[in-house]
Nanobody
Framework: QVQLVESGGGLVQPGGSLRLSCAAS????????IGWFRQAPGKEREGISY????????YYADSVKGRFTISRDNAKNTVYLQMNSLKPEDTAVYYC???????????????WGQGTQVTVSS
């Protein structure tokens, strides 16, 4: 069964850090491009980070650039999103998505996780 499962969300104070994980089962994540997305209440889903399956290149939305880092651990079939210097406006449900042909977060992704809640509040 093909599945993506996010974990690592939670409540954190402004300025804090969290590391989200996106674990795959049923397929080899290294062969897929990965996008991280988030959706805050009342807002549209936005793409925030992407890692290529061809050359490992990474991209970030301006809103998270310099604070978030996407990475892969192929041995664990997992992709991570390290989030530092978190702000209240980072509060959202975070999703990972995988697709073998995606070239950015504007692409159509085949597989999606169920999401993990991140709340940044004092």
């Amino acid at each position: 069964q093909v599945q993506l499962v996010e974990s690592g969300g939670g409540l954190v104070q402004p300025g804090g850090s969290l590391r989200l994980s996106c674990a795959a089962s049923g397929f080899t994540l290294a062969n897929y491009a990965i996008g991280w997305f988030r959706q805050a209440p009342g807002k549209e889903r936005e793409g925030i980070s992407y890692i290529s399956n061809s050359d490992g290149s990474t991209y970030y939305a301006d809103s998270v650039k310099g604070r978030f880092t996407i990475s892969r651990d192929n041995a664990k079939n997992t992709v991570y999103l390290q989030m530092n210097s978190l702000k209240p406006e980072d509060t959202a449900v975070y999703y990972c998505a995988a697709d073998p042909w995606a070239t950015g977060w504007h692409s159509i992704f085949d597989y999606w996780g169920q999401g993990t809640q991140v709340t940044v509040s004092s």
